[in-house]
């Protein structure tokens, strides 16, 4: 007997999910989400779930806490439910960057939220664009781990159709090399590396960049922009070095602190997107930001794992 599949969100990114019901021609699943007079959060499914394939939409955004505090009560409301399987549909993943020991007595926070993931009652995760792609492994049931590669590989074909042999990719950091090889590799374009010495905590100091971009259309890729330090000196090294002009394109855009100001006033002639995290009015404070949609990538997604079929031929 085939199960029924449904799919409910939490406040943090309700117009992603709706988009990705349209996807599936579905309904939103019904959940009442409200807070005790002292801020705790109230969750109660307000239908029955009892043996169904059920998929949880909830970004880790701000506030961050609350997110991942909705995700994990709502995870436990539908296992208590009877729900036959909890998938826990991510699009942003929190505490990302702290996947790591990188100082002494510091927490590996990643893993604690996977940890809670796990704990509340989900038998699966699908997420988008991890910070670090060894954040799977601190899961101990299956993660379908997407990119949102397609996506933004489609616009940047279609902006650049005509000058694709200008275009030069520009990885921000070394830790982005990876990931920009990639996008590189298949517009058949080259690939340049910004060489940058991070000060401390949200500050970076761009110092050189490997590679050509004088006359090119430099394009920066970064998983995250957050408060768009390393962006915006990122696009004015590369704007020193005689690039043509600088575009940057991102999956998540956090966005937080001075960041809608510093790409606003920067060199940057347009800053792409997706919506994995609501912008919330922010793109019209910011107009050079574009946002491209996730949804149909995450819809399909969604019906393979239901159906029981490949997600990794998704990018094949």
Request: with cysteine; glycine share 8%; charged share 20%.
């Amino acid at each position: 007997m085939e199960k029924t599949l449904k799919l409910f969100s939490g406040n943090a990114n309700p117009a992603l999910a709706k988009e990705i019901c349209g996807c599936l021609g579905i309904g939103m699943g019904a959940a009442a989400i409200s807070s005790f007079s002292d801020g705790e959060i109230r969750i109660k499914i307000d239908e029955n779930v009892r043996g169904a394939d059920v998929f949880v939409v909830q970004s880790c955004c701000t506030p961050v806490n609350n997110s991942i505090m909705e995700l994990l009560i709502m995870i436990d409301a539908l296992k208590r439910s009877s729900a036959y399987r909890i998938t826990a549909v991510i699009p942003y993943f929190g505490y990302g960057r702290q996947d790591r020991k990188d100082q002494p007595r510091v927490p590996i926070t990643a893993k604690l939220v996977a940890d809670l993931v796990t704990t509340a009652g989900a038998d699966r995760v699908l997420t988008m664009d991890l910070h670090a792609g060894q954040i799977q492994g601190f899961f101990n049931i299956p993660v379908d781990h997407l990119y949102a590669l397609p996506v933004l590989l489609s616009y940047i074909n279609k902006r650049f159709a005509k000058d694709l042999k200008d275009v030069v990719i520009v990885s921000p950091d070394a830790g982005g090399v990876e990931r920009a090889r990639a996008f590189a590799k298949r517009l058949q374009t080259n690939l340049a590396i910004i060489d940058k010495r991070r000060e401390g905590p949200n500050n970076a100091q761009v110092m050189n960049i490997i590679g050509d971009v004088e006359g090119k259309h430099a394009i920066l890729l970064d998983d995250m922009i957050d408060t768009a330090g390393t962006i915006v000196q990122g696009a004015q090294a590369c704007s020193d070095k005689g690039a043509k002009s600088v575009w940057a394109g991102c999956v998540h855009p956090v966005l937080s602190g001075p960041a809608l100001e510093r790409l606003q006033g920067s060199r940057l002639t347009e800053v792409v997107v997706t919506n994995t995290i609501p912008l919330n009015g922010k793109d019209q404070q910011c107009p050079k930001l574009r946002v491209l949609s996730v949804a149909p990538l995450l819809g399909e997604a969604i019906k393979r794992i239901h159906e029981e079929e490949s997600v990794s031929s998704l990018f094949e």
